[in-house]
């Protein structure tokens, strides 16, 4: 066997470099040991303490109370546009226009009500009220007009309905 005799320049600078990986082998297994209790000091703040839940198991448990009110939500939001879309079709626009429909005679007891819906479809109530009787008339409203001849307190009553009842 031969042996290879290296000079001692390059003896030490093999035992340098060796140290010099030794260090830093210790030096990332410090690095590591410290990280390790870090972990091990984190993992018991989110185990479970007595009979208290865990960290982890209480995030679980909000996170599923979070899940259910957001179906919640999601369910009411249907309700509610399904409400909206039903009050559309109500009789929500009313308008009441009070007069006098003979003169002098009879003072204002005769009147004209619009009761309309979003789509300004609905009805306009007249009662005439004269000195011996009492008439009423219903005509039927679609889209803000009537197929009967409307007189000019009907047409305001609706025209008041379509507005908001604003007189």
Known sequence: MDHVS????????????GLAVGVLALVLAAVA????RRMRRDLTLLGADGDAPSFV?????KTEEVTALRTEVDDLAALLAR???????????VSVVRYDAFGDMGGRLSFSAAMLDDGGDGLVLTAIHGRSETRSYI??????TSEASLS?????AV???LRGGQS
């Open 33 to 36: 040991l410290r990280s390790l």
């Open 139 to 144: 005509k039927g409203v679609k889209g803000g």
């Open 57 to 61: 198991e209480a995030v679980a448990r």
């Open 159 to 161: 025209s008041y309905a």
């Open 6 to 17: 290296l000079d001692s320049s390059a003896r030490d600078a093999l035992v340098l470099a």
């Open 152 to 156: 000019p307190e009907e047409q305001q």
């Open 83 to 93: 409400t909206r879309t039903e009050l559309a079709d109500a009789l929500r626009h």
